[in-house]
Structure formats: C-alpha cells, structure tokens
C-alpha cells in the first residue's frame, strides 16, 4: 500500500485530493497547520498531523517515520493579489515551506512529487493559457509559484526526483473556506449574501475567468501519480469556459434565491483576461466532461446553506500599505 503526505489536506483542495486518494487505495498522512483549513475537513481515515511545512525538524520526522512514497504538495498561502503587500510572508510560506518538502523528497527517495502549482505563472496577456508559453508572473505569488516549478526540474536533473506539476485556476466547490474576504470570488460573494450583504467586485467586473468546481481537479491531481507519462511534466487542469465576474455574480445569487446586489470597488492592479488550455492534460487522462458553472455553484450552495456564513481571524501582518486596497485593510488571516 502507498504511503501518500498530503500537504494542506485540511484546506479546500487537499482535503479532496486526499479523499480521492485514500479511494485509490493510498495510506494518508494529512500535514496541515489550520492556518486556513479546518479538522472537519480532514478524512476520517488519514492520519492528521497538525504542523508547517516551514518546521524542518517536523517535515523530517514525518519523512523518517513513515516511508512516504509520495508528496502531494498543496499547502500554500493563495492570496494572489495580496501577496504584493505580504511578500516575506509570501516566500516564506509558498517557496521556503515547499523547499524543506523537495529537501526530504530527494533524501528520502520519493518516487513522486506532485505540486499544485497556478496559471498566475502566465502574467497577462497570455490567454488562452498553454503549458508550452513562457512564464512572466506579475505578482509574489505567481513568482513561488514558479520558482518552485523550476527547482524541482532541476531537482529532477541533479537528483533524479521525479515530479508532476499542475496549474489549477479559480477552483470553487464545497469545503472552501468562504469567509476568506479577499480570494476565491464565489465563496466571498456566498458569503457576503448570506450576510445580507452586496456582493463586492473590484472595478467593472468585466474581468473574465473560468470557474472550476472541485471535481473537475482533485481526482486527475490525485490518479496522476499511476500515468508513468504524466512524470516530470506540467498540466493545466480546469474549466474551459469563460465568464466575467458579473455574470458569476448573477449566477451565484440565483442558486442562493437572492437579489443580485453589487457594490463596484476600486480596480485592483490584476490579470483582466486568464483561462487555460486543458488540451494537454485531455490527452494524458481523458476529455471528461466538466462541471457546468450553475451546477457547480448549485452543489457549493447545498453545502454552504448547512454551515451557514463564516469569519476568519485578522490579518495584521501588512509588510506595504502602499496602495493596498481600502477593503483589505484590518484583512482576514487564511493559510492552506
């Protein structure tokens, strides 16, 4: 039996990524700090280990003790527009934390590492998005995100680690943590409805993104590791139709039977145009077809009407005030 560290298994997608796992018939070893995530999200047949990836002695133990065969590396602090103003915190958490991973991976012999990376890699202007582009991340996160990519390439060079590395894009679905106010746009806009509050989008929200519901990910990030072909390459996972921020507005308050109301704030500097190209990861794993937005959407719903509205504890480490968002201010603190 395969003994799979699943880091971030208590936040939205690793916990997902674990179910399907355990599924496949994988021992789990969820490491998660509940920065962000949450022990109900944890399966109930993983073994939960509340640590950081960026405590090196922990991350040691764990590799010394269990044998892993695999990483599924999916902890990570994604507030992409944020990370412009958090940047020590940025690094720290989304490339050191993830270097102490690669260390032990090489050390211990892990047959495979499995990396959620981001299409924030692209930059702008790039749409539609494909793996064969180069990369030019405009903003903190992206630039982890990315570097991370290229260490382990050349971690696979020097050392021989073998990894798969995937490029998820504006995942939503159940287990997401909606009272995050700054990221992941369909819980913050369930969150502030039923709050009784009006859904808030910076600038005109004409921005255009395709949504992607959680099984339209965790189960290809999961089997990747049983496709010999899907070794040292990089994938594009998600939805492939386009919507801009008004319409998932009008969608997520008619799955909610609420009245469509919209506050505009001021334009935050961010990519106006990112979806992705699946064509590759299609080729590999199959053209499945994908979760429909309403559906979707529909399904979070069901969920969220069960744990009702949420908070999330302060942020009060701003590195730069400078031109940081007025609504960000006194800012939510979210982890994995």
């Known amino acids: 039996m395969p003994i799979s ?65 695999y990483v599924y590396h999916l902890a990570a602090y994604a507030a992409e527009g944020l990370s412009h103003f958090i940047k020590r915190f940025n690094y720290q958490n989304n490339l050191i934390g993830s270097v102490n991973l690669i260390n032990a991976s090489v050390n211990h012999g892990i047959k495979r590492f499995v990396f959620a990376s981001s299409i924030a890699v692209y930059g702008a202007g ?46 939503y679905g159940e287990r997401q943590n909606i009272g995050d106010r700054y990221r992941n746009v369909v819980g913050i806009f369930m969150n502030q409805l039923l709050r009784g509050e009006p859904m808030s989008i910076f600038g005109d929200g004409t921005q255009i993104r395709a949504f992607t519901h959680i099984d339209d990910v965790a189960p290809i990030i999961a089997a990747s590791v049983d496709c010999p072909d899907a070794k040292n390459e990089i994938f594009n996972v998600g939805a492939d139709e386009p919507y801009t921020v008004n319409r998932l507005a009008e969608v997520v308050a008619a799955v909610l039977g609420k009245e469509c109301r919209t506050v505009h704030l001021d334009e935050r500097k961010e990519v106006k145009i990112a979806f992705s190209d699946h064509s590759k990861v299609e080729r590999l794993f199959g053209k499945k077809e994908k979760t429909p937005l309403e559906s979707g ?8 009407r069960r744990y009702g509205a949420r908070e999330s504890s302060t942020f009060e480490n701003i590195e730069i005030n400078r031109n940081l968002p007025p609504s960000w201010r006194g800012i939510s603190r979210v982890g994995v």
């Open 297 to 304: 959407v529909r399904s979070m719903a069901e969920w969220v």
């Open 5 to 69: 560290l699943v880091t971030g298994g208590a936040g939205f997608i690793g916990s997902h990524v674990a179910d399907h796992l355990l599924r496949l018939g994988h021992r789990v070893v969820v490491l998660d700090d509940l920065s962000g995530g949450f022990i109900d999200n944890v399966p109930p047949d993983a073994t939960f280990v509340n640590g950081s990836i960026l405590d090196e002695r922990l991350v040691e133990r764990l590799f010394t003790e269990n044998e892993f065969s």
């Open 126 to 171: 790039q749409s539609p998005m494909r793996e064969d582009m180069s990369p030019a991340p405009e903003d903190p996160y992206g630039i982890a995100k990315l570097a991370v990519e290229q260490d382990l390439k050349s971690s696979h060079e020097m050392f021989g680690l073998e990894y798969s590395i995937f490029r998820p894009h504006n995942v």
